[in-house]
């Protein structure tokens, strides 16, 4: 007898999903000549522009300790720059360069074919009703206890 199924499961949903579209968003970008991890990055500081690494760390779900070294390759290629905060200049912030946005261009329609794809099918009533219940999974994970 079998006691549960993975199919019960809607994080097995979410992983597979996930998984798949990290999948084609790399064979997306590869001819763009930037990485999964640095188009997250272009992506978020075009929306909020000017942001600390705890920011960034906390969109990206990644370790601040290895957000730096994700950094370093958008710096080098002059997408992204950093500047002292204005207010305490041994903290940074991290902006959007000019070239940075132009990539943001460049691959963004290719990205929100992608999204669109995902969602063929779905009412734009259904969409707005799945990601209100993605965010409060996501509320409901974020109150786990630390590990």
Partial sequence: MVKFSVNEFPTYYIWTIQAANMNHLNHLL???GIATVHWRILAILQETNGQNISYLA??????RSNLGRMIE???DGGFVERRAMPSDRRHSLIYLTKKGQRKVDEVYPEVRKLVDEALDGFSPSEIS???EMLKRIKDNVSRFPEI
């Fill in 30 to 32: 590869r001819p763009h």
């Fill in 58 to 63: 906390e969109r990206l779900t990644v370790d």
């Fill in 73 to 75: 390759p958008l710096i």
């Fill in 129 to 131: 009703s799945l990601l």
